[in-house]
């Protein structure tokens, strides 16, 4: 009977997510842990000057500003409750460098940290009123369509995340210690601070979100203000957002290019686009080579590609807020000065490995040479180009005019994403200098992205990936087929034959 | 046939659950624990030697093969079992179409990497412009653990500072080797809080490693896929062995040492 308690208390232990109980903790012992493990980014003093301050964005929280981003809360009262900070203590805070601790962390002792962490913004009374969720109301078609319209309204939260939820950005936000931050793109819901579930999106849109300019729609006072019942359709209107799609499956490495009769797609936007299948990369900030850069603001590439019997088609699509376009005013207003061009890359290995060794994956080396593949989105007076590098590592690196090898880029921008179209011939004159494409075999590729509006990305300030792989799937014909058949027909003959011998031998 | 004793599980069966469990239990072994997912080549592989070894072990003595081969005979010769014959006639040769439509299918799936995690390290090594034995090299700092313990406490705070400020976004904050951009790197960085990497190391090791980086590794480590930094470029020697300090005092473990061996 004990036992089968026990088993009870561990399941449920396990099962226990959203709300925790709040503990007692004791700052005391919070503080020995912190200083061993909080201090590096928050700071001794809690103010968020530890270390790692200007290479984090966002940065980590001063708690001495009293700012909690997650919290339930009444909008008018900043202290937040003991178990929005314990939450965000275990679970962390995803696209940030915030990590959850409940790995190594007991629960006691994450209930000390709160103890501690709370006074440094001298919080000692818990808040008077919490986020009022009346009742909700669960997501239904009718319900998404009333929240998108309360959301396009008024530009109420268009004016910040924009149309599509991407956050294409009308206007250059700031957090609380001057620096830049970005709207959510609210199609990505694996980079919220505090979950994407309705109950929590409505929880963000009645507080707001502290030190940030995200804010309240609970208070009466807001021209945007939205009652209880609104607040919940906008909640499943921005739940339903999410690009599912675009997530990173961990699994696939593998650009699939498949074969197609006639002519390739020349446009971003051609219907074929949407059938074929996607593979999305995560992409990081260099911080390998000189120079390092710290503060990115893409993600992901999401990578479509065919051919035929001519020539390879690869299109190219990120998210990106800023479409940068230099010499232009309005683009340069959302910009960090100076401005720059927005910008991919596709890296490929001169010649395909035929046994492991690849090309050093950050540009190539002098043994292993790399075409890259650079497209750049031009300026207000400028038409977007493409040229191509042939690197033997940063320092030892050729460019060549795109006609040499026969490569086309074309692009589409809007409302928060890029789309960039390269188009190859499969093999070109100089095979010594660029790769040749061949059906069916494994092909190294990495990809490189700049955001010319953000820290003025520009050379090795940029996103990338390591190598993936890129394969012309070969058409299949009808051999697998007729193989098939041609073995189920002797197993059929073979087993009947077995069958009457067998009879045969008992008559 | 009723000469073999009667039991509770046919032996056939039995051999056929042998096999099915070896076969959950590579998976449960990669996909789960080792939190890989295990390639198809390698399990086509290792289920033939389990196949080749079970059914060596069944059929070890001529009554073992008579008892495994007996339902299956019965199936073909008994008139009772006409139905279910039928039924497996059909399904059999199915399945054996199907099989090889599906494996003549070309692959997608990308090729296994295989690479040495930990390659034997080299005698000598450069870097800084100098030449170091491996053999006789040793953190300068080390000895303060012992010989002045407030000193030492400081040594490992700059440590601290340098990867934080470095090393994290890859190797994580809690050195767990899951730091923000983790995910994005292929091969992953390495997690030091693992008993496998820096507890099974010497610190003489480590200090080629980190100033060398993923270009200093030999060939059978792939240095060309590897995003490790050559922080010979960004770090002085001297913040080298501290964040080295670090590395064993955040995990609570002890560099291997020349003296234990």
């Not at chain 1, 007076?381 to 026969?406: H, M, Q, W, Y």
């Not at chain 2, 006409?82 to 199915?94: C, G, Q």
Request: with cysteine; proline share 7%; aromatic share 10%.
């Amino acid at each position: 009977m004990a036992n089968k308690f026990a088993l009870l208390a561990l399941c449920s232990a396990l099962f226990a997510v959203g709300p925790a109980m709040a503990k007692p903790g004791t700052a005391e012992k919070g503080k020995v842990i912190y200083d061993m493990r909080c201090t590096w980014c928050h700071g001794d003093e809690g103010d968020g000057k530890g270390a790692a301050k200007d290479h984090l964005n966002p940065p980590p929280r001063d708690f001495t500003s009293g700012n909690y981003k997650i919290r339930t809360s009444d909008f008018e009262d900043l202290t937040p409750n003991d178990d929005d900070i314990f939450r965000m203590i275990r679970d962390g805070m995803p696209g940030t460098a915030m990590p959850g601790w409940s790995d190594i962390l007991t629960e006691q002792d994450m209930w000390d940290l709160v103890a501690y962490v709370k006074k440094f913004a001298s919080y000692e009374k818990p808040p008077a009123k919490q986020v009022d969720f009346g009742t909700q109301i669960s997501s239904s078609a009718e319900s998404i369509e009333k929240g998108k319209k309360l959301f396009e309204e008024g530009d109420r939260c268009v004016e910040c995340h924009g149309k599509s939820g991407k956050g294409s950005a009308s206007k250059r936000l700031k957090g609380e210690a001057g620096e830049r931050t970005w709207p959510r793109n609210l199609t990505k819901p694996w980079t919220y601070r505090g979950s994407a579930e309705p109950k929590d999106i409505f929880s963000r849109i009645s507080t707001g979100i502290a030190g940030t300019e995200m804010p309240s729609f609970a208070d009466p006072k807001s021209k945007k203000k939205l009652s209880i019942e609104e607040r919940w359709h906008v909640a499943n209107y921005v739940a339903s957002l999410a690009q599912t799609g675009q997530k990173v499956s961990a699994d696939n490495t593998v650009v699939k290019v498949s074969k197609v009769e006639g002519e390739l797609p020349s446009a971003t936007d051609d219907a074929r686009w949407e059938k074929s299948e996607a593979t999305t990369f995560y992409m990081v900030p260099q911080i390998i080579g000189k120079e390092r850069y710290f503060l990115p603001s893409s993600d992901t590439i999401t990578v479509r590609a065919m051919y035929n019997d001519k020539a390879v088609a690869m299109l190219l699509e990120w998210d990106d807020r800023t479409k940068s376009t230099p010499g232009d005013d309005s683009a340069g207003k959302l910009a960090d000065t100076p401005i720059e061009q927005d910008g991919v890359a596709v890296q490929l290995p001169v010649t395909i490995p035929s046994e492991m060794q690849k090309p050093y994956f950050g540009m190539g080396d002098a043994a292993h040479p790399v075409n890259v593949w650079h497209w750049k989105s031009g300026g207000k007076d400028a038409p977007e180009t493409v040229g191509i590098l042939n690197s033997k590592g940063f320092k030892d690196i050729e460019k060549r005019e795109a006609a040499s090898a026969g490569l086309t880029a074309k692009s589409s921008y809007s409302d928060g994403t890029w789309k960039v179209l390269m188009v190859r011939p499969l093999t070109t004159a100089s095979t010594d200098k660029d790769m040749q494409f061949v059906e069916g075999k494994f092909i190294p590729v990495a990809f490189a992205a700049w955001d010319g509006s953000n820290n003025s990305e520009k050379g090795s300030k940029h996103t990338m990936t390591t190598w993936y792989w890129l394969l012309l799937k070969p058409a299949t014909g009808s051999k697998p087929l007729v193989t098939a058949l041609v073995i189920a027909a002797l197993f059929a003959g073979g087993l009947l034959w077995w069958a009457r011998s067998a009879g045969n031998k008992a008559a | 046939m009723s000469a073999t004793p009667k039991r509770v599980i046919p032996r056939l069966l039995q051999m056929v659950l042998v096999i099915a469990g070896a076969y959950f239990s590579f998976i449960l072994l990669f996909d789960v624990l080792l939190g890989q997912l295990i390639p198809k080549s390698l399990l086509t592989m290792y289920m033939v030697f389990v196949v080749a070894g079970v059914v060596m072990v069944f059929t070890f003595t001529e009554e073992g093969a008579q008892e495994l081969a007996g339902p299956i005979k019965a199936l073909v010769e008994d008139p009772s079992r006409k139905m279910v014959r039928n039924v497996v006639f059909v399904i059999v040769p199915l399945l054996a179409g199907y099989y090889t439509y599906s494996s003549m299918l070309p692959s997608f799936e990308a090729p296994v990497e295989l690479r040495t995690i930990h390659p034997a390290p080299p005698n000598k090594f450069k870097a800084y412009g100098k030449s170091y034995n491996l053999a006789t090299l040793e953190n300068p700092y080390r000895k303060f653990e012992k010989e002045d313990p407030a000193k030492f406490k400081a040594l490992v705070k700059e440590g601290g500072d340098v990867y934080i400020k470095n090393c994290q976004y890859c190797h994580g904050d809690k050195l767990d080797g899951k730091g923000p951009y983790a995910s994005g790197l292929n091969p992953t960085p390495l997690n030091f809080q693992d008993v496998g990497t820096i507890a099974q190391l010497q610190e003489s090791f480590l200090f080629w490693r980190i100033a060398t980086g993923g270009p200093g590794l030999p060939a059978e480590a792939a240095p060309w896929i590897s995003s490790m930094p050559v922080w010979q470029e960004f770090l002085t020697e001297d913040e080298i062995w501290k964040v080295i300090l670090f590395l064993y005092n955040y995990t609570g473990r002890q560099p291997r040492s020349w003296s234990h061996e």
